[in-house]
């Protein structure tokens, strides 16, 4: 059984990592705030401009430009977008299980965070470039990422672009997707998805015909436009993928965070109570020693 100092040291121990795990949780909970605002503000943007490309793809060839083109091969580029730190419950471990459950013989990666780095590198997969973004995400930023990803594909090295990201769904609740980037999928940008604030339902006809109802008229031809909007689409994807991944990190640690602090008070209270019976044990044989004494000399 532990002494009284034992537990005394172990309750100064608990109290301190309390401390940590508490300033952690606010540091969080400032963080988190502020990259939820930057992830809903955009999805507003990301709505409209798939509803647009909706409308634009049905006056125009699909494999009229080469970031529409199907191809038959197979090898895959995937980004990668993961947390620097750890301390986020299992956001990493579920993202990089859904990462697991994707991969083939014929996929590499590029990643954005150091988590994601080190995951590719311990299952010895190809790791062709990795990025490092600031804390918000600045959009100037997903501009070199979406370029490398297009100039990837463009030149014909990789046959399909998928991203891998945590989707932000609510303070509780965050979603590992991997998602097609590149050739776009016309058939699927009217789609319900969380990130674009559409909603989560499965995509609807009401939907693509609520997308097609609006009349646009292009100038100075669809193609033209087609050419100037395909480009801003992928950058706007990979920026917004990004804000959702940051969104759903600082929510995951912030949780996590404070159940440390609230496992650690319990564990504090356990400890004092355990303490407290101790010590009364130890004063009660302590005046069963005085008393017995007593007797003796009477």
Known sequence: MANLRDIRRRITSVKKTAQVTRAMQLVAAAKMKKAQDQALAGRGYAD???????????????????LLEKREGNKTLTLIISPDKGLCGGLNTNLFK??????????????????GNQYVVKFGHELVAQFEVDDPVPFAQSRPIAKFLSDKFLSGEYDVIKVAFT???????????????LPIETDSLAEKRDYEGVGKDAVEE?????????????EPNPETVLDSLLPLYINF?????????????????????????????????????EYNK????????ELLEITT????ME
């Open 48 to 66: 409209q401009l798939n509803k647009v490309l909706t409308n634009l793809k049905e006056n125009v060839d699909e494999e009229s430009h080469p």
């Open 293 to 296: 004494a007593m007797k003796a």
């Open 237 to 273: 994807q990979i920026y917004q993928m990004m804000v959702e991944a940051r969104a759903s990190e600082h929510s995951a640690r912030m949780v996590a965070m404070k159940g440390a602090t609230d496992n650690a008070k319990n564990m504090i209270d356990d400890l004092t109570l």
């Open 98 to 115: 859904k990462v697991t459950s994707e991969h083939n013989s014929d996929t590499a990666y590029i990643t954005v965070g150091r988590r």
């Open 167 to 181: 989707d932000f769904v609510s303070t509780l609740t965050q979603t590992p997707h991997v998602s097609q980037l």
């Open 278 to 285: 101790l010590r009364q044990a130890a004063i009660t044989a």
């Open 206 to 218: 009401t939907d693509k015909a609520s997308a097609l109802a609006t009349e646009y008229k292009f």
